[in-house]
């Protein structure tokens, strides 16, 4: 069974700080990587999606890397802003099964004081 | 492009009675797949549909439900509700089943009382 992790919990920064999001799994058979964000009482917007046979994406001030050998990807934030306080979900796609397509970590809990 | 659209966006519902939730999915998509998140056991799979067709489905009771019809569109339906069913529903629309990028609902957030 495909377990995904995301460490810390929660994570409170200054604004302007560079930050470091992690995510593991435990199954490295997996199709592609997927992180969201996560307003409070919302829905989730995706914020970048890592096929199998790529190493990382780029969006903006997002950079997120994947490293199926080792069951790990990290999202790395620039510049951190106070709107980029929400919470920050990755997603392993996996291919059917009563675990579904999508299966979530945790979460972690961004908070970004100005 | 217009998004997911999930329907309603709250509702308050007693003990016993049923529901049901709709999703509409982006033009185009032919996958949704339906999910739970609680606080503490976060977001759970419940099932995905793909051309009116139920692919996978989670470990949840038979009083969860759901169907697609031939627009894509999507309901799920939970019956004989219980205090635990409480819970944001989210619904994902992906153009095809399977590896796809995965676009999210706002959600509809139920309330059991």
């Known amino acids: 069974k495909q377990e995904v992790t995301q460490i810390p919990a929660a994570l409170s920064v200054p604004e302007g700080e560079n930050l470091v999001l992690n995510c593991s799994f435990t199954?490295?058979?997996?199709?592609?990587l997927q992180w969201f964000r996560q307003d409070p009482g919302k829905g989730l917007t995706s914020l970048l999606l890592?096929?199998?046979?790529?190493r990382e994406q780029t969006s903006g001030r997002l950079n997120a890397s994947l490293d199926k050998s080792s069951g790990r990807s990290t999202l790395y934030i620039a510049a951190s802003q106070p709107g980029d306080s929400a919470t920050y979900l990755c997603?392993?796609?996996?291919?059917?099964?009563?675990?579904?397509?999508?299966?979530f970590g945790k979460g972690t809990k961004l908070s970004v004081k100005p | 492009k217009a998004g997911v659209t999930q329907t309603p966006r709250y509702l308050i519902k007693t003990r016993g009675q049923q529901v049901t939730l709709s999703c509409s999915p982006i033009?185009?998509?032919?996958?949704v797949s339906w999910y739970q998140q609680t606080p503490g056991q976060g977001l759970q799979f419940l099932f995905e549909?793909?051309?009116?067709?139920?692919?996978n489905k989670g470990n949840f009771p038979g009083r969860f439900s759901g169907r697609q019809f031939s627009n894509s569109r999507s309901e799920m339906n939970v019956s004989t509700l219980e205090l635990g069913d409480s819970a944001l529903y989210l619904c994902?629309?992906?153009?095809?089943?399977?590896?796809?990028?995965?676009?999210f609902g706002q959600g509809t957030r139920l309330t059991v009382v």
């Open positions: 994902a629309s992906s153009p095809t089943a399977g590896n796809t990028e995965a676009f």
């Open positions: 199954d490295s058979a997996i199709y592609n």
């Open positions: 890592i096929q199998s046979s790529q």
């Open positions: 997603a392993v796609v996996v291919y059917g099964g009563s675990q579904g397509n999508l299966i």
């Open positions: 033009s185009g998509h032919r996958s």
């Open positions: 549909y793909f051309s009116e067709t139920q692919r």
